[in-house]
């Protein structure tokens, strides 16, 4: 199998001189429109910082208004009208018209002056039937408008 970034998740880190914690996870539901942000419990537990004012330490799950990213996660997005912003886009090998907050968040978001880290989080695309019908030798491919796709 392949794997690829998943466009709807983040994780979030915090990175001091001593040491990567893992802070949460920042995921977007593109049927919803929604975003969520849940603090790991591990971080709660410590002498855990807030991220932001919209995202206090008293709720470990945050849920935002309909396709509105948090405003502590999307301070940290450059705006279009910096004179950088395409330069930012281009070295992170993302178009400058790209949408996608979750994506920019994690590219040129993590350019500021700050101890948090976005990684994407990565999963594994599924290999179509198609292509394993190639790789077994002798293999037949069945195309039924009842039931689709079938590889013997």
Do not use: W
């Amino acid at each position: 199998m392949k794997t690829a970034k998943d466009p709807n998740r983040l994780e979030i880190y915090s990175k001091t001189q001593r040491a990567r914690i893992f802070v949460g996870l920042l995921t977007f539901d593109p049927k919803s429109q929604i975003y969520t942000f849940e603090y790991d419990r591990a971080y709660l537990k410590r002498r855990a910082i807030p991220i932001g004012p919209d995202l206090p330490l008293r709720n470990r799950t945050h849920r935002s208004k309909k396709n509105k990213l948090f405003s502590s996660f999307a301070d940290r997005i450059p705006s279009r009208e910096n004179p950088a912003y395409k330069d930012y886009c281009k070295e992170q090998g993302i178009a400058p018209t790209e949408k996608n907050e979750i994506i920019l968040l994690g590219t040129i978001g993590k350019r500021g002056p700050s101890t948090l880290i976005f990684e994407p989080t990565y999963y594994e695309e599924p290999i179509s039937p198609l292509l394993i019908s190639f790789r077994k030798p002798h293999s037949t491919i069945h195309i039924s408008s009842r039931s689709g796709l079938m590889v013997q």
